[in-house]
């Protein structure tokens, strides 16, 4: 019932309402919170704010299934999300994130950056023991 009255909210047209509900999703857990989380943090209309705690809290649920999804969001506008999801890569630790998050620490501003560079650090990534090699302009 819960979930339900989330989903709901969502999809309400209060962004303050959608940016409650992301967090309580994130909270609760559970495949249709997943869904959720998955389809806002893609969501190129939705609001910046509830992207970037839906990545937060896919990488909270550490879920190998958010993988792409938050892959994607690397590339989302402004900071907060690319940022929350290269911090979720991290912590879920799915190999499949490292190109990415090369692409972004070489390509991202200072936080962003930052955060690539510890989710990559999360994934045991060092340059000795890589056969990537990034291309750093």
Do not use: C, F, W
Not at 97 to 115: C, H, S, V, W
Request: proline share 5%; glycine share 8%.
């Amino acid at each position: 019932m819960i979930v339900k009255q989330l989903l709901a909210e969502l999809r309400d047209v209060s962004k303050e309402k959608r940016r409650t509900a992301v967090m309580k999703l994130g909270m609760l857990g559970g495949d249709q919170a997943l869904r959720a989380l998955m389809m806002a943090v893609q969501n190129d209309y939705e609001d910046l704010i509830v992207r970037g705690r839906a990545a937060m809290m896919l990488g909270k649920l550490r879920d190998p299934r958010a993988v792409d999804p938050l892959i994607r969001a690397l590339n989302a506008p402004g900071h907060q999300t690319p940022l929350q999801a290269a911090q979720a890569l991290g912590k879920i630790g799915d190999p499949r994130a490292i190109e990415p998050l090369l692409m972004l620490a070489a390509n991202g501003r200072d936080k962003t950056r930052e955060a690539a560079l510890e989710a990559l650090d999360r994934l045991g990534y060092t340059e000795e023991n890589s056969e990537l090699e990034p291309e750093i302009n």
